[in-house]
T-cell receptor, first 110, second 114 residues
Framework: TQLLEQSPQFLSIQEGENLTVYCNSSSVFSSLQWYRQEPGEGPVLLVT?????EVKKLKRLTFQFGDARKDSSLHITAAQPGDTGLYLCAGEADDYKLSFGAGTTVTVRA | ETGVTQSPTHLIKTRGQQVTLRCSSQ?????VSWYQQALGQGPQFIFQ???????GRGNFPPRFSGLQFPNYSSELNVNALELDDSALYLC?????????????FGPGTRLTVL
């Protein structure tokens, strides 16, 4: 059982469309990290959010941490084929251990 | 500055054998964590090493063991391999300091147990 629930599990959209991935938990985290993973490679850190209610923007990607520090979302504007990959959220507990969600597979069609 | 490296990239073993996987941490990082990622799943925490001591363990049996060396590189050892051990094994390095801990992952070792 994953401590973090991600939804949807799969997402296939056309280039130029927007998408949102959700990450929910009943646990409170000291921080939450988002990663993108490509087949056969390790996850690459995209962002870390720390403060409840925090919003971080990286170009077309917007990350939000819930006020209670239990949930997060990733929004991509005007998706491109290069955004294709497995998006993973990971919550960090007070002992610095990461618990991952099962991931959302995003496919952006040209 | 070099990132996290892992070796080997791929490995095929048979049931009952033993395997050692290796990880070199990113320069300046004193903490190494190991994860197992089965196909279609997120990474599952195996254990973490900080200053050569095990610093927390996930829900994995004792046949999964590890070491961290003075240069902060690390090994993951798995004894008595089972078919379900087939997975991508990921190593992540970080600096344990401050209020949160960003982990940087290596490319992984793909282990297949036949």
């Amino acid at each position: 059982t994953q401590l973090l629930e991600q939804s949807p599990q799969f997402l296939s959209i056309q280039e130029g469309e927007n998408l949102t991935v959700y990450c929910n938990s009943s646990s409170v985290f000291s921080s939450l990290q988002w990663y993108r993973q490509e087949p056969g490679e390790g996850p690459v850190l995209l962002v870390t959010v720390v403060t409840g209610g925090e919003v971080k923007k990286l170009k077309r990607l917007t990350f939000q941490f819930g006020d209670a520090r239990k949930d997060s979302s990733l929004h991509i504007t005007a998706a491109q084929p290069g955004d294709t990959g497995l998006y993973l959220c990971a919550g960090e507990a007070d002992d610095y251990k990461l618990s991952f969600g099962a991931g959302t597979t995003v496919t952006v069609r040209a | 500055e070099t990132g996290v490296t892992q070796s080997p990239t791929h490995l095929i073993k048979t049931r009952g054998q033993q395997v050692t996987l290796r990880c070199s941490s990113q320069s300046g990082h004193n903490t190494v964590s190991w994860y197992q990622q089965a196909l279609g799943q997120g990474p599952q925490f195996i254990f973490q090493y900080y200053r050569e001591e095990e610093n927390g363990r996930g829900n994995f049996p004792p046949r999964f063991s590890g070491l961290q060396f003075p240069n902060y590189s690390s090994e993951l050892n798995v004894n008595a391999l089972e078919l379900d051990d087939s997975a991508l094994y990921l190593c992540a390095s970080s600096v344990t300091a401050g209020s949160y801990n960003e982990q940087f992952f290596g490319p992984g070792t793909r282990l297949t147990v036949l």
